[in-house]
């Protein structure tokens, strides 16, 4: 039984806070301007045996015109219809703003249950916004402090009320699912390999304004990330369930990432480092570039960033059906070659997120990219393969004047492919050998466009424990 609670109300009266503390740790930017934010942010709680869907919504600034706030409005207006009870919070410290009346007034005619929290109540000086409280006709509010914790048991008793209603409701609507899901399941399963099964975790990242939200909201063919023609709209990471052709994702939206140089606020470095965090947490990272400035050298230091994390990167070329497109992958190609070798044959495919072209030639190359970097070579063609490079081109001579012997190869792990070669005398084993094999590795065994670690390890000498 899962509660759906939609956290709403106006600027800067501690929505995010709340959401941090109810989902116990820090996921969503808290920071002291108003409006920080935009997008509906959720994540999985519990609050004792309550089990919780938290939405986190932008602050609510009235508008008419069609401008950044409407559209904030738009999404905290969804969050409330997906809701099954709304927390709505209020500055006690502060008082009532007229902001704060008439959100309370569209909250009502929603019909959706509220339980109304007079935020920032460390001490009894608030008590006056407390009763003041009373006039927004949303029934009684609970003292509270997201900051410190108190007023929990409060909230979680309002709260055990509504999970009630909630149960029957989400058990009939289980048990459906339930029995499509393991039909499907078990039609599949001696077909797929184990990590096939599990979701893939799919950061989209670069510049500002290079049309991430876009395509995230064309993949999911929904208006869920908030857009617009103003540079850094996204400011945390959003992430979202979703399947494809059977395969279950989770799509990371990101903040737009300008040079370090350039950042200077506390807030701009908040979110990019939520950026970061999301892009070398996911399995997959696709780097979105805009077609008229393709891998500058902010996209080139992302792409390093992902590729040094060991992510399986995939390059989207956006705004394509705009694009002098004989010139972009001219500079393309060049800037492949030139600046990024350590992803040789990394795929890049061209799409245009407004117009929803080539999202499934994105997806299939995202598939593809995934399995090799889950790739496990088998040990027989791995040192067979091994055999015949060192007899093409045998290791140099080491530091001692002598031939270094490199003795056999073995896979350490996946995600990404990593390898041991095993030598009695490694040291001195140039960094110009390790390319040779690392590019011979990626046309044999089909690993192109994911990083590949290889390790050179000294083998133990074993008549050591036999010396006096």
């Not at 099954?84 to 902001?99: K, N, Q, S, T």
């Not at 947490?281 to 891998?295: E, G, P, S, T």
Request: charged share 30%; net charge positive; glycine share 6%.
């Amino acid at each position: 039984m899962t509660i759906n609670v939609a956290i709403i109300g106006r600027p800067n009266v501690g929505k995010s806070t709340l959401f941090n503390r109810l989902v116990g740790r820090k996921v969503a930017i808290v920071h002291d301007m108003p409006g920080v934010t935009r997008d509906r942010k959720m994540a999985e709680a519990t609050l004792r045996d309550l089990k919780l869907r938290i939405v986190d919504t932008a602050g609510y600034e009235f508008s008419t015109e069609d401008n950044l706030e409407k559209r904030m409005w738009l999404q905290t207006k969804r969050a409330i219809e997906e809701a099954d009870v709304c927390l709505f919070l209020f500055d006690a410290r502060e008082g009532l703003h007229p902001y704060d009346e008439h959100l309370a007034g569209l909250v009502r005619e929603s019909h959706k249950p509220v339980i109304l929290l007079a935020n920032k109540c460390e001490g009894k000086a608030q008590e006056d916004g407390i009763y003041e409280a009373y006039k927004l006709g949303l029934g009684q509010p609970i003292p509270f402090s997201a900051e410190h914790g108190l007023g929990l048991q409060d909230l979680y008793d309002a709260l055990k009320e509504f999970s009630k209603s909630v149960k029957t409701t989400e058990a009939e609507s289980g048990a459906k699912e339930d029995n499509s899901t393991n039909q499907d399941e078990n039609i599949s399963a001696a077909a797929d390999e184990s990590y096939k099964k599990r979701p893939i975790q799919l950061a989209f990242v670069g510049r500002p304004n290079v049309g991430k939200s876009t395509l995230v909201n064309a993949l999911l063919n929904d208006e869920r990330m908030l857009t617009g023609p103003e540079a850094g709209v996204t400011r945390d990471a959003i992430a979202t369930d979703w399947e494809w052709r059977g395969r279950k994702i989770k799509l990371v939206d990101t903040a737009g990432l300008r040079k370090q140089a350039r950042v200077d606020s506390s807030l701009e470095k908040m979110s990019a480092a939520s950026t970061k965090r999301a892009a070398f947490l996911a399995q997959v990272v696709v780097l979105v570039l805009d077609a008229d400035a393709v891998l500058d050298k902010q996209d080139l230091t992302i792409a390093r960033q992902v590729l040094d994390e060991g992510r399986a990167l995939v390059i989207a070329i956006n705004k394509w059906d705009i694009a002098d497109r004989k010139e972009a992958l001219d500079k393309l190609n060049y800037k492949l070659q030139t600046s990024l070798a350590q992803a040789e044959g990394v795929p890049t495919v061209t799409i245009s997120a407004l117009r929803k072209e080539g999202l499934d030639k994105l997806m299939s190359a995202v598939l593809k990219v995934y399995d090799r970097w889950n790739l496990r070579v088998p040990t027989a063609p791995l040192n067979n393969w091994f055999q015949d490079m060192m007899e093409n081109c045998p290791p140099p001579l080491g530091k001692n004047k002598r031939r270094i012997k490199l003795r056999y190869i073995t896979q350490a792990k996946t995600r990404p492919p990593a390898f041991y070669i095993f030598s009695s005398n490694p040291e001195g084993l140039p960094d110009s050998y390790l390319r040779y094999l690392t590019h011979s590795l990626r046309e044999t065994f089909d690993m192109r466009g994911i990083p590949i670690r290889i390790t050179v390890r000294k083998t133990g000498n074993p008549y050591a424990d036999k010396k006096k």
